[in-house]
């Protein structure tokens, strides 16, 4: 491995070793301050520079497989979404790579030839980073990376890396940190390949182990930090939650940019942070609305992808708490995506992992007015009408059919088109589980159009 990459490993354990000097900074800030100000005074500098530190696009370069499961158009599409997440993470996607096979190589994931391939790109292009689809192993990760001699990641670790960019509030980076650890822990021998040569042998009985075992004891320590921190957060969100009292919840799910955040601010008539990048929300907003004069509480939460990595389910078990405590989810779907039935899927699978698949749902298709569909020549006797061909008034035949009319909606939040409709069916949806819960209050909540009759009366 190039002394570039040995300087690089050697920063890394730096930076593990500095961030767990700050955190005992942190955790003792109060008496450090009186006794010690020079040191908080060296601290506050440190932590400016990493807050204010930029981040540069890398020419990235993604690699995926076809394989039985997964022909060549879905790893297209596939490939779409990893470039996107890539550049929301702040790289540049240059080229994409993939290769045919059965199964990956246990080894190095490609084959041989694919590698050289990859390999004499990555030098001639000065490529500093690749990135797999697919999760990697530790092993093959550290494989790969001897050959390319560049920096490698996974699906995995792309995700993290965005989730801790965006984490803004210190709940937020605690849930990040804690799955950054646990995707690390057994990752840790990789860093330090360059201290393989000074393994074993007389005298020289692995030192390179002892600092490895050195980093796990950290990395170890830290996770059960966090573990508790996270405790303790948990338990004052359970309280804050408990202290909502019986009002309804309802709570907005969906995959990520499917315009989750935008509907909240038109129902809301709040300012939630909108991006057109992925996991542009990662803390759970939590607002009063009130439609017709009924009350209900409504979450924004982040949103779901494809293979949303195990430790990040683990970490954002409050913010998913908000999901599994809701009494109606709203599973925005953004139809202009051409693999909106696919999000739909990834979302409903990812709702049945925290066991919140069986709760009244209603289906909120967004973006019709960008949506496009392929059109068929009348001349054309060849190709095949396909999903992709589907016209929204067809789109809204199936899915009404597959939901019911009343559990399929398709609107516009942006525009607001077919808004009223939305704001009828959800305050019919509320009011049923609020006279559900007190009955003796249905008659403050009369159905939606005797609400506007009455409104417009009062006016």
């Known amino acids: 491995m190039s002394s570039k990459f040995n300087k690089n490993y050697e920063c890394f354990r730096i930076i593990l070793f500095f961030n767990y000097f700050l955190q005992r900074i942190r955790d003792n800030w109060k008496i450090l301050s009186t006794h010690h100000p020079e040191i908080i005074s060296f601290a506050s500098e440190i932590l400016f520079m990493l807050e204010k530190e930029k981040i540069q696009f890398e020419k990235t370069v993604i690699v995926g497989i076809v394989t039985q499961k997964q022909d060549e158009e879905k790893l297209t599409e596939y490939l779409d979404e990893l470039e996107f997440l890539t550049f929301t993470a702040g790289g540049e996607v240059v080229k994409r790579f993939f290769q045919k096979m059965e199964r990956p190589n246990p080894k190095t994931f490609l084959g041989t030839g694919k590698m050289e391939e990859i390999n004499l790109y990555v030098k001639e292009h000065s490529i500093s980073t690749v990135i797999f689809d697919d ?256 016209t929204l008034d067809e789109w809204k035949d199936t899915w009404m059919s597959n939901v019911g009319a009343e559990n399929a909606l398709f609107i516009s939040a942006v525009n607001k088109e077919n808004f009223e409709a939305f704001r009828e069916r959800v305050y019919e949806a509320v009011r049923e589980i609020h006279i559900t819960r007190f009955p003796y209050n249905k008659f403050l909540y009369p159905d939606y159009k005797d609400a506007v009759e009455k409104e417009d009366n009062d006016e």
């Open 135 to 390: 999760e990697l192993s530790p092993s093959q990760q550290k494989n790969i990376t001897k050959i390319l001699d560049c920096k490698v990641l996974d699906r995995t670790n792309l995700i993290l890396d965005i989730f801790a960019q965006r984490a803004e509030t210190s709940y937020a980076r605690t849930q990040v940190e804690l799955a950054q650890c646990q995707y690390l822990l057994p990752r840790l021998s990789g860093m330090w390949t360059h201290l393989e040569r000074q393994k074993g042998g007389i005298g020289m009985r692995g030192p390179g182990e002892t600092e490895i075992e050195t980093d796990r004891r950290i990395v170890r320590d830290r996770i059960a930090l966090l573990k508790d921190k996270i405790k303790v957060i948990d338990k004052q969100m359970s309280v804050q939650r408990g202290n909502r009292g019986a009002m309804v919840r309802v709570a907005l799910v969906g995959y990520t940019n499917v315009g989750k955040s935008t509907l909240m601010n038109v129902i809301s008539k709040s300012d939630v942070f909108v991006e057109n990048k992925l996991f542009a929300t990662l803390d759970t907003t939590v607002r009063k609305v009130v439609i017709k004069n009924l009350p209900f509480l409504l979450s924004d939460t982040v949103g779901f992808i494809r293979k949303l990595p195990t430790q990040l389910v683990d970490s954002f078990k409050s913010t998913l708490d908000e999901v599994r405590e809701a009494d109606l989810l709203l599973h925005v779907v953004d139809i202009s995506h051409p693999d909106f039935e696919d999000h739909i899927e990834s979302v409903n699978q990812t709702l049945l992992d925290i066991k919140s698949n069986d709760k009244p749902t209603i289906m909120v298709f967004n973006k019709i007015d960008a949506y496009k569909h392929l059109t068929i020549d009348e001349d054309d006797l060849i190709t095949e009408k396909t999903h992709r061909h589907y």
